[in-house]
């Protein structure tokens, strides 16, 4: 019989507290879009016989199943992210006390958008994915010696590598810069 230790720390339950929340919001959105996905490629089989053609069952599988894990993992990085920073808004118990209002420091243009961005690595992923992505397919589909199954499978492998490249570089860069606090200028106007 498993016991439930009475002496947890503070963070153990801000941990479990935030890890709770953020895989409940993450099982919503990837049951809902998974769903949704499935209603759309029902229908894509039932009404459109290009769908069918070019579509095979596994790849017909793959659409909802991907989706719904797409959309949790989305959404529990984005939740635990937002937990992490701002614990009030979901109720989650602090022990820090009230931060002390000081002028907000001066920081150059450059540092704030390093900030946006290391604050939203979702959006630069995306940002410099997508256009990879474009490409890539567009130099595939203009390869006519090739079937057109096999510029689409060639075109979704380089974009898989493209893709995880650009989130490696994007989440080392994440790291080094919350280990080093690079973006950051600590000094204050007076």
Excluded: C, W
């Excluded at 019989?1 to 720390?9: E, L």
């Excluded at 630069?124 to 990879?132: E, H, K, Q, R, V």
């Amino acid at each position: 019989m498993a016991t439930i230790p009475i002496n947890k720390s503070l963070e153990d339950m801000k941990r479990d507290q935030t890890v709770s929340l953020a895989l409940g919001e993450a099982t919503k959105y990837g049951i809902v879009g998974g769903i949704a996905s499935l209603i759309a490629t029902i229908a894509a089989t039932k009404y459109s016989p290009k769908f069918n053609k070019y579509m095979s069952i596994s790849a017909k599988t793959s659409l909802p199943v991907m989706t719904a894990m797409f959309l949790f993992g989305l959404q529990y990085e984005l939740k635990l992210h937002d937990m992490m920073r701002f614990p009030d808004k979901y109720g989650i118990v602090t022990n820090e006390p009230s931060a002390i209002i000081k002028k907000a420091p001066i920081i150059p243009f450059h540092h704030q958008v390093l900030n946006y961005l290391d604050d939203h690595p979702i959006h630069l992923i995306a940002g410099l994915s997508m256009p990879l992505i474009a490409i890539i397919l567009n130099q595939q589909l203009a390869l006519k010696n090739l079937k057109f199954s096999q510029r689409i499978l060639h075109s979704r492998v380089y974009a898989q590598v493209g893709v995880i490249g650009i989130i490696v570089m994007v989440f080392g860069l994440k790291d080094y810069a919350s280990r080093y606090r690079i973006y950051y200028d600590e000094k204050e106007e007076d």
